[in-house]
DNA sequence: TTAGTATATATGAAAATTCATATATATAAA
DNA sequence: TTTATATATATGAATTTTCATATATACTAA
């Protein structure tokens, strides 16, 4: 992970947000998204791509949903960033979490593992 | 100090380069910059002015030198970014500090304190 | 099962915008 | 005057956004 190709992801705020909401809320699919941050889908989406492709995240597919979440294999002063970031800005997506949280019909995880 | 500016800010090779170069090593002048990172001057100048119109850094003059250094009032969230990103990446700027330790003729510093 | 339709996401292409660099010139100190 | 630094302008390059469309899955009714 090369330090400048990281933080040029993290420069457009459409990316940050996205990044931080979903570090915060462990994952998201494009629509929540999309309702979260009040952007286009194609927007969110071309976004996520950048984000998948730098290797900052990974998706799944469940059914037609597409959960992003932060890449496990993430280094970890990367990971370090993000964590201090979301901790000493909470107000950066105070208003997404909102949006998202007044969501209605979010679409239903299955759980990668159970109880 | 917000996100997004912040990370902008060192999503430009030259700037993080710069910036990191001067955390490690406390202060430089642009000459001692432009010798290390073997940049042009208005180039190095330019991008000095960017991080000090940010606060990311603050500069003295010292007679005809101009000094740049972390500004002192950084958010502390932000600081933990840089130590994070020069700790964990120490070739990213490898070169620049061989250049520098080969620059003969450097400028006397008068330093701030002393003892 | 199949056909038709709806929903979720991705992507090609173009337009709009932003950013970085080089050149030339200006300012400030010694 | 020389050295060190700053800044204005022009230009090319990269990035972001939008629109239109494609693909993939799901749902419903015959």
Wanted: charged content about 25%; proline content about 6%.
């Amino acid at each position: 992970m090369q330090p400048t190709q990281f933080y040029k992801c993290l420069s457009d705020e459409t990316r940050l947000r996205c990044l931080l909401l979903i570090k915060a809320e462990q994952e998201l699919c494009v629509c929540e998204l999309m309702q979260a941050l009040d952007e286009s889908q194609p927007k969110i989406s071309r976004h996520l791509a950048q984000l998948r492709n730098c290797e900052l995240l990974t998706d799944r597919r469940q059914g037609q949903w597409v959960f992003y979440s932060i890449n496990p294999e993430l280094p970890p002063w990367a990971l370090n960033v993000l964590t201090e970031t979301l901790n000493s800005n909470p107000a950066f997506i105070e208003d997404d979490k909102l949006r998202l949280q007044k969501m209605g019909d979010r679409p239903e995880r299955t759980r990668l593992c159970c109880i």
